[in-house]
């Protein structure tokens, strides 16, 4: 299935015929209620969709990041090959793990706001989101994607003048709307490998970044496994898996994010976000 929320709130699927609230379902609950009740609740949910009669088919509207308030967001840095060469960093031994704050999620389709007082050098980073379904501690690796609800598209916007200076990174990756997701979570029955996914970025229309989760140096059971042994995982956490090579303070010369840019976030089998960049 694939699970959005709506700008008032609601819940919904998204099927091929249009979009049906959680509610006409009879599930009253918002997205992380869902993904709390476990997976008798979503078995329901996907039983009641058979059912659907069309008068309940509502008309496309704006969707929302389909989960805003995740317990937390855990970050991975340098996590796939290229992008860590491109970095000039050594392949990590270990997860390089780091935080965004809830506050900076935001929409499909909004906008990016570059507070321009602040910073001059915001990029973009292209990632698989991983949502987790269960209370997961100690998991060992070949269990670990038993602890997965579904799948989204997260930017990884990074105020790049404000992550270096910093040291430590969670400013500079958690300025307000700096966390673009969506369109959608995909259940994970509907993406039994995250590890041959295809995904990217462009910028007015040209692709920056292209890769594919294969290319990952800790894939995501490895990713939950060995977290699980520092940290709880609760529902609705989200991970970041890390973002492939192409961003912009790489590049020769760099390309920082300006107003009136626009992004498209992209991953196969999942979709695409698309936010206009402004500045405040
Ligand atoms: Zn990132």
Redesign the pocket.
């Known amino acids: 299935m694939r699970l959005a929320t709506l700008k008032d709130g609601s819940a919904v699927v998204v099927s091929k015929s249009g979009i049906i609230p959680f509610a006409k379902l009879g599930f009253t609950g918002s997205m992380l209620d869902l993904i709390n009740a476990g997976d008798d609740e979503l078995n329901k949910l996907r039983e009641s969709l058979k059912g659907i009669k069309k008068d309940f088919i509502l008309a496309h509207k704006t969707l929302d990041a389909p989960l805003k308030n995740p317990p937390k967001i855990v ?3 340098l996590n796939y090959f290229d992008h860590a060469k491109e970095s000039n960093m050594e392949i990590p031994k270990s997860p390089l793990v780091f935080a965004k704050f809830n506050s900076s999620i935001t929409g499909p389709t909004d906008p990016i706001i570059i507070p321009a007082k602040i910073t001059q050098q915001v990029d973009y ?1 292209a ?1 698989l989101g991983v949502i987790i379904g269960k209370r997961a501690k100690n998991i060992e690796k070949g269990k670990a994607l038993d602890y997965v609800f579904g799948y989204t598209i997260l930017n ?1 916007v ?1 105020a790049r003048d404000i992550q270096f200076p910093d040291k430590q990174w969670v400013r500079g990756k958690s300025l307000d709307t700096f966390c673009p997701m969506g369109p959608v979570i995909v259940t994970k029955d509907e993406i039994p490998d995250p590890q041959n996914l295809e995904l990217g970025c462009s910028v007015n229309g040209i692709t920056l970044q292209q890769d594919n989760t294969k290319n990952m140096i800790f894939n995501v059971a490895e990713l939950i496994s060995q977290l699980s042994f520092s940290f709880t995982f609760e529902p609705g956490d989200i991970i ?1 898996t ?2 492939p090579s192409g961003v912009g303070f790489s590049r020769t010369p760099p390309v920082f994010l300006k107003s009136g840019d626009v992004v498209c976030t992209w991953i196969k089998g999942i979709g695409e976000i698309i936010n206009p960049v402004i500045n405040q």
């Open positions: 970050a991975i840095g980073e990632e990884d990074s970041a890390g973002t």
